[in-house]
Protein backbone atom coordinates (compact mmCIF):
# COMPACT_ATOMS: atom_id res chain seq x y z
CA UNK A 1 0.00 0.00 0.00
CA UNK A 2 2.65 2.31 0.84
CA UNK A 3 4.61 1.68 -1.91
CA UNK A 4 1.13 2.21 -4.56
CA UNK A 5 0.84 5.54 -2.70
CA UNK A 6 4.30 6.24 -3.70
CA UNK A 7 3.96 5.83 -7.28
CA UNK A 8 0.50 7.83 -7.15
CA UNK A 9 2.00 10.55 -6.40
CA UNK A 10 4.97 10.37 -8.50
CA UNK A 11 2.58 10.01 -11.10
CA UNK A 12 0.46 12.86 -10.50
CA UNK A 13 3.32 14.98 -10.90
CA UNK A 14 4.58 13.53 -14.56
CA UNK A 15 4.60 15.72 -17.44
CA UNK A 16 4.73 14.73 -20.92
CA UNK A 17 7.05 16.34 -22.77
CA UNK A 18 6.13 18.26 -25.81
CA UNK A 19 9.18 18.70 -27.80
CA UNK A 20 7.55 20.53 -30.63
CA UNK A 21 7.19 23.59 -28.18
CA UNK A 22 11.46 24.06 -28.09
CA UNK A 23 13.28 26.46 -30.52
CA UNK A 24 14.91 24.10 -31.78
CA UNK A 25 12.78 21.83 -32.75
CA UNK A 26 10.72 24.47 -34.34
CA UNK A 27 13.49 25.99 -36.09
CA UNK A 28 14.82 22.07 -37.63
CA UNK A 29 11.20 21.55 -38.66
CA UNK A 30 10.57 24.23 -40.36
CA UNK A 31 14.04 24.71 -42.15
CA UNK A 32 16.13 21.84 -42.04
CA UNK A 33 15.25 20.52 -45.24
CA UNK A 34 15.93 23.39 -46.82
CA UNK A 35 19.47 23.62 -45.47
CA UNK A 36 19.83 19.79 -46.90
CA UNK A 37 18.84 20.98 -50.54
CA UNK A 38 21.54 24.10 -50.32
CA UNK A 39 24.18 22.29 -48.19
CA UNK A 40 26.79 21.85 -51.18
CA UNK A 41 26.45 24.91 -52.59
CA UNK A 42 26.59 27.11 -49.74
CA UNK A 43 28.56 25.11 -47.19
CA UNK A 44 30.43 22.23 -48.68
CA UNK A 45 33.60 24.28 -49.19
CA UNK A 46 33.82 25.63 -45.50
CA UNK A 47 32.66 22.26 -43.82
CA UNK A 48 33.55 19.39 -45.78
CA UNK A 49 30.94 16.92 -47.03
CA UNK A 50 27.31 16.51 -46.23
CA UNK A 51 27.48 13.29 -43.86
CA UNK A 52 24.07 11.07 -44.36
CA UNK A 53 24.19 10.45 -40.43
CA UNK A 54 23.18 14.14 -39.92
CA UNK A 55 19.75 13.61 -41.97
CA UNK A 56 19.56 10.31 -39.63
CA UNK A 57 20.16 11.70 -35.89
CA UNK A 58 17.88 15.27 -37.02
CA UNK A 59 14.85 13.05 -38.17
CA UNK A 60 15.42 10.41 -35.02
CA UNK A 61 15.08 14.26 -32.97
CA UNK A 62 12.37 15.44 -34.61
CA UNK A 63 10.62 12.22 -33.32
CA UNK A 64 11.77 11.82 -29.97
CA UNK A 65 9.31 12.45 -27.44
CA UNK A 66 6.72 12.22 -29.96
CA UNK A 67 3.35 9.80 -28.45
CA UNK A 68 2.46 9.58 -32.18
CA UNK A 69 5.80 7.74 -32.72
CA UNK A 70 5.30 5.10 -30.37
CA UNK A 71 5.14 4.99 -26.86
CA UNK A 72 5.06 2.36 -23.73
CA UNK A 73 2.15 1.91 -21.41
CA UNK A 74 3.65 2.57 -17.56
CA UNK A 75 1.17 1.19 -15.26
CA UNK A 76 1.39 0.48 -11.72
CA UNK A 77 0.30 -2.72 -10.46
CA UNK A 78 -0.87 -2.29 -7.05
CA UNK A 79 -3.06 1.24 -7.65
CA UNK A 80 -3.70 0.67 -11.33
CA UNK A 81 -2.60 3.94 -12.69
CA UNK A 82 -0.84 4.48 -15.61
CA UNK A 83 0.87 6.97 -18.28
CA UNK A 84 2.11 6.67 -21.65
CA UNK A 85 5.32 7.25 -21.80
CA UNK A 86 6.72 8.60 -25.42
CA UNK A 87 9.97 6.98 -26.93
CA UNK A 88 13.31 8.36 -27.26
CA UNK A 89 16.06 8.54 -29.68
CA UNK A 90 18.73 7.84 -27.16
CA UNK A 91 20.88 10.53 -29.72
CA UNK A 92 23.98 11.56 -28.04
CA UNK A 93 25.81 14.36 -28.76
CA UNK A 94 22.58 16.54 -30.39
CA UNK A 95 19.16 15.57 -28.97
CA UNK A 96 19.20 18.36 -25.51
CA UNK A 97 17.20 15.76 -23.64
CA UNK A 98 18.50 12.29 -24.33
CA UNK A 99 22.32 13.93 -24.22
CA UNK A 100 21.75 15.01 -20.93
CA UNK A 101 20.73 11.53 -19.58
CA UNK A 102 23.63 9.78 -21.34
CA UNK A 103 26.28 12.89 -19.48
CA UNK A 104 24.86 11.78 -15.91
CA UNK A 105 25.01 7.91 -16.78
CA UNK A 106 28.72 8.70 -17.57
CA UNK A 107 29.91 10.31 -14.57
CA UNK A 108 28.31 7.78 -12.55
CA UNK A 109 29.81 5.11 -14.34
CA UNK A 110 33.15 6.67 -13.75
CA UNK A 111 32.85 7.67 -10.62
CA UNK A 112 31.58 4.32 -9.16
CA UNK A 113 33.50 2.04 -11.77
CA UNK A 114 36.08 3.46 -13.51
CA UNK A 115 38.30 6.14 -11.67
CA UNK A 116 40.64 4.92 -8.83
CA UNK A 117 40.58 6.27 -5.77
CA UNK A 118 43.94 8.35 -6.45
CA UNK A 119 44.67 11.89 -7.48
CA UNK A 120 43.31 12.85 -10.59
CA UNK A 121 43.88 15.67 -13.26
CA UNK A 122 41.36 17.41 -16.53
CA UNK A 123 43.82 17.75 -19.38
CA UNK A 124 42.96 19.40 -22.34
CA UNK A 125 45.02 18.77 -25.23
CA UNK A 126 43.94 21.66 -28.73
CA UNK A 127 45.89 22.22 -31.87
CA UNK A 128 46.19 24.94 -33.87
CA UNK A 129 43.71 26.62 -36.46
CA UNK A 130 45.80 26.21 -39.13
CA UNK A 131 45.27 22.52 -38.47
CA UNK A 132 42.39 22.20 -37.97
CA UNK A 133 40.68 22.24 -41.34
CA UNK A 134 42.49 18.56 -41.84
CA UNK A 135 40.16 16.81 -38.47
CA UNK A 136 37.01 18.44 -40.69
CA UNK A 137 37.22 16.66 -43.71
CA UNK A 138 38.66 13.27 -42.62
CA UNK A 139 37.09 12.73 -38.84
CA UNK A 140 39.24 9.38 -38.99
CA UNK A 141 41.84 11.78 -38.17
CA UNK A 142 40.31 12.63 -34.72
CA UNK A 143 40.93 8.97 -33.30
CA UNK A 144 44.34 9.53 -34.26
CA UNK A 145 44.94 12.84 -32.26
CA UNK A 146 42.80 10.99 -29.21
CA UNK A 147 46.20 8.70 -29.87
CA UNK A 148 48.91 11.78 -30.23
CA UNK A 149 47.85 12.98 -26.74
CA UNK A 150 47.86 9.29 -25.14
CA UNK A 151 51.27 8.60 -26.11
CA UNK A 152 52.94 12.13 -24.99
CA UNK A 153 51.08 12.14 -21.80
CA UNK A 154 52.63 8.82 -21.07
CA UNK A 155 56.64 9.93 -21.94
CA UNK A 156 56.30 13.07 -20.01
CA UNK A 157 54.77 11.20 -17.22
CA UNK A 158 57.74 8.33 -17.46
CA UNK A 159 60.26 10.83 -17.88
CA UNK A 160 59.00 13.16 -14.81
CA UNK A 161 58.61 10.06 -12.62
CA UNK A 162 61.84 7.74 -14.04
CA UNK A 163 59.37 5.29 -14.73
CA UNK A 164 59.61 3.07 -17.69
CA UNK A 165 56.84 0.62 -17.35
CA UNK A 166 54.91 2.95 -15.69
CA UNK A 167 51.29 2.56 -16.65
CA UNK A 168 49.11 5.98 -17.39
CA UNK A 169 44.95 5.72 -16.45
CA UNK A 170 42.96 7.97 -18.48
CA UNK A 171 39.94 8.59 -19.54
CA UNK A 172 40.10 10.76 -23.09
CA UNK A 173 36.87 12.45 -25.05
CA UNK A 174 37.29 14.35 -28.33
CA UNK A 175 34.97 17.18 -28.43
CA UNK A 176 34.86 19.37 -31.86
CA UNK A 177 33.46 22.38 -30.27
CA UNK A 178 34.18 25.54 -28.83
CA UNK A 179 31.82 28.56 -28.01
CA UNK A 180 29.15 29.40 -30.20
CA UNK A 181 29.33 25.81 -31.56
CA UNK A 182 32.66 26.07 -33.91
CA UNK A 183 34.56 23.91 -35.55
CA UNK A 184 37.24 22.91 -32.65
CA UNK A 185 38.62 19.75 -32.39
CA UNK A 186 40.81 19.23 -29.03
CA UNK A 187 40.69 16.31 -26.35
CA UNK A 188 39.87 16.11 -22.56
CA UNK A 189 40.88 13.83 -20.46
CA UNK A 190 40.07 12.64 -16.74
CA UNK A 191 43.72 11.47 -15.93
CA UNK A 192 45.02 9.69 -12.73
CA UNK A 193 48.04 11.92 -11.75
CA UNK A 194 50.89 9.90 -11.61
CA UNK A 195 51.75 6.27 -12.96
CA UNK A 196 50.83 2.38 -11.71
CA UNK A 197 53.48 0.29 -11.56
CA UNK A 198 52.25 -3.40 -12.23
CA UNK A 199 52.61 -4.51 -8.84
CA UNK A 200 49.96 -1.67 -8.23
CA UNK A 201 51.75 0.68 -6.33
CA UNK A 202 50.61 4.42 -7.63
CA UNK A 203 53.23 6.94 -8.21
CA UNK A 204 52.25 10.64 -8.28
CA UNK A 205 53.27 13.40 -10.42
CA UNK A 206 55.41 16.37 -8.37
CA UNK A 207 54.83 19.53 -9.19
CA UNK A 208 56.48 20.71 -12.82
CA UNK A 209 56.43 22.90 -15.90
CA UNK A 210 54.04 20.85 -18.25
CA UNK A 211 55.55 22.85 -20.76
CA UNK A 212 57.71 19.73 -22.26
CA UNK A 213 54.38 17.92 -22.56
CA UNK A 214 53.41 20.64 -24.83
CA UNK A 215 56.47 19.80 -26.80
CA UNK A 216 55.51 16.13 -26.73
CA UNK A 217 52.41 16.78 -27.75
CA UNK A 218 53.30 18.98 -31.08
CA UNK A 219 55.63 16.53 -32.36
CA UNK A 220 53.25 13.58 -31.88
CA UNK A 221 50.71 15.39 -34.35
CA UNK A 222 52.93 16.94 -36.88
CA UNK A 223 54.31 13.15 -37.02
CA UNK A 224 51.11 11.64 -37.08
CA UNK A 225 49.72 14.25 -39.61
CA UNK A 226 52.81 14.06 -42.10
CA UNK A 227 52.85 10.23 -41.88
CA UNK A 228 49.01 11.01 -43.29
CA UNK A 229 50.55 12.75 -46.14
CA UNK A 230 48.69 16.14 -45.48
CA UNK A 231 51.78 18.16 -44.40
CA UNK A 232 55.88 18.41 -44.76
CA UNK A 233 59.05 19.57 -44.07
CA UNK A 234 58.14 22.69 -45.46
CA UNK A 235 55.04 22.93 -43.61
CA UNK A 236 56.50 21.53 -40.33
CA UNK A 237 59.97 24.06 -40.48
CA UNK A 238 57.50 27.14 -40.96
CA UNK A 239 55.25 25.81 -37.92
CA UNK A 240 58.13 25.74 -35.54
CA UNK A 241 59.88 28.95 -36.19
CA UNK A 242 56.19 30.38 -34.25
CA UNK A 243 57.08 32.00 -30.94
CA UNK A 244 56.16 29.64 -28.30
CA UNK A 245 55.08 26.01 -29.70
CA UNK A 246 53.04 27.44 -32.64
CA UNK A 247 48.96 27.36 -31.40
CA UNK A 248 49.82 23.71 -29.53
CA UNK A 249 48.36 24.08 -25.58
CA UNK A 250 48.13 21.93 -23.04
CA UNK A 251 45.92 23.25 -19.77
CA UNK A 252 45.56 20.68 -16.82
CA UNK A 253 44.98 23.78 -14.41
CA UNK A 254 41.79 21.43 -12.96
CA UNK A 255 43.25 18.91 -9.81
CA UNK A 256 40.49 16.80 -8.41
CA UNK A 257 41.45 15.10 -4.99
CA UNK A 258 41.53 11.26 -4.52
CA UNK A 259 38.14 11.54 -2.20
CA UNK A 260 36.12 14.46 -4.18
CA UNK A 261 33.43 12.52 -5.64
CA UNK A 262 31.51 15.19 -6.39
CA UNK A 263 34.53 16.41 -8.56
CA UNK A 264 34.85 13.35 -10.14
CA UNK A 265 31.03 13.73 -11.49
CA UNK A 266 31.75 17.44 -12.35
CA UNK A 267 34.74 16.85 -14.74
CA UNK A 268 33.56 13.30 -15.99
CA UNK A 269 30.32 15.36 -17.22
CA UNK A 270 31.51 18.38 -18.59
CA UNK A 271 34.13 16.69 -20.68
CA UNK A 272 31.06 15.23 -22.36
CA UNK A 273 28.94 17.92 -22.79
CA UNK A 274 26.73 18.85 -25.49
CA UNK A 275 28.08 21.28 -28.08
CA UNK A 276 25.10 23.01 -27.54
CA UNK A 277 22.47 23.89 -24.89
CA UNK A 278 18.35 24.63 -26.41
CA UNK A 279 17.97 26.89 -23.41
CA UNK A 280 20.06 29.16 -24.80
CA UNK A 281 18.70 29.38 -28.38
CA UNK A 282 15.81 31.73 -29.28
CA UNK A 283 13.64 30.98 -32.48
CA UNK A 284 11.06 33.08 -33.96
CA UNK A 285 9.40 31.93 -36.86
CA UNK A 286 7.51 35.17 -37.92
CA UNK A 287 10.84 36.31 -38.93
CA UNK A 288 13.15 33.70 -39.14
CA UNK A 289 15.43 35.11 -36.55
CA UNK A 290 17.72 32.56 -34.35
CA UNK A 291 19.86 34.34 -31.23
CA UNK A 292 22.21 31.87 -29.62
CA UNK A 293 23.40 33.22 -26.30
CA UNK A 294 26.53 32.12 -24.59
CA UNK A 295 29.19 33.44 -22.39
Known sequence: MEHAEKWASQAEHYHPRTPEDSSLWKLLSEHFAGFVQEYDRKFSKEYGFYRPVITDVVNDYLKCGDLKQGFARVRCPECHHEFLLAFSCRGRWFCPTCHAKKVVQFGELLRENILYPV????????????????????????SKLCICAQKSLLSFFRIALGLEDGVLGSVMTIQTFGDYARWHP????????????????????????????????????????????????????????????SGFSVDNSVRIAK?????????????????????????TSSTGMVIYKSR
Open 259 to 283: DDRKGQTAVAQYILRSPFSSGKITY
Open 186 to 245: HIHSITADGLFLPNGVFHVMPKISIRPLVELFRAEVLKMLQKEGLIDDAFIAMIMKWRFT
Open 119 to 142: PHRQYVFSIPIILRKFFLYNRKLL
